[in-house]
């Protein structure tokens, strides 16, 4: 079974300052993918950026982009320039890509950002 | 069609009761997901469809719990004798078959068993 893991339960960061949340994980499978969602205070869940494992080339979403080290299991999400409107909780996720491709999500961080 | 719609989006029932929650999926999209989330952690994986055909269902799953997608297009879920344990946000999402890692999330619905 696959599990992920986000070690920072919250985090802050000033307005236009950089910020980055953990996320590791672990699986047997050799593909997969690899997400980063946000979900603002009452509101639905929105994705960030995705990952294809396969792909060794780090995604790049504006001001999101990740860290993705396959052979450490680890998939960072490095927000640039914050705004306030990031504040929200983010979860990180696994997809394996046979049967199903649900979701396994961490537990998620909770990012604040000040102005 | 702008997105996901989940009807109620909110619950309050006490226990023992039986509830069922409605899942609009985009209309173009054959694959709907149920999800569970409880407070201050992530979302965890109920079941999915594939058209009305059921694929997967998770061991969360419990006998109290059924789902179904009769034509093929909204969901419904039931919970039958609601536990305090039931307590939680239903998260709905869909995809179309081959952009699975597309998945769009409704807004929820946040059952409170009393």
């Known amino acids: 079974a696959q599990t992920v893991t986000q070690s920072q339960p919250e985090m802050s960061v000033q307005e236009a300052e950089t910020v980055t949340l953990s996320c590791t994980y672990d699986?047997?499978?050799?593909?997969?993918?690899l997400f980063w969602y946000k979900q603002p205070p009452s509101r639905q869940m929105i994705l960030v950026i995705r990952q294809e494992a396969y792909k060794q080339q780090n995604a790049t979403e504006n001001r999101f982009s990740v860290n993705f080290q396959k052979a450490a299991k680890s998939f960072s999400l490095k927000i640039s320039d914050s705004q306030l409107g990031d504040t929200a909780m983010y979860f990180c996720a696994f997809m394996k890509l046979n049967y199903g491709q649900n979701f396994v999500f961490g537990p998620g961080t909770r990012l604040s950002v000040l102005p | 069609d702008t997105g996901v719609s989940q009807d109620p989006r909110h619950k309050i029932t006490k226990r023992g009761q039986n509830v069922t929650f409605r899942c609009d999926p985009i209309s173009e999209h054959n694959r709907l997901y149920w999800y569970r989330q409880t407070l201050g952690q992530g979302p965890e994986f109920l079941t999915y469809f594939q058209n009305e055909a059921q694929l997967e269902k998770s061991r969360l799953l419990s006998d109290r719990f059924s789902a179904e997608r009769p034509k093929g297009s909204f969901s419904t879920l039931e919970i039958q004798r609601t536990e305090q344990g039931d307590s939680a946000m239903y998260l709905c999402a869909s995809s179309e078959r081959e952009k699975f890692d597309e998945q769009y999330f409704g807004p929820g619905t946040r059952l409170t068993v009393t």
């Open positions: 699986t047997s499978e050799s593909n997969y993918y």
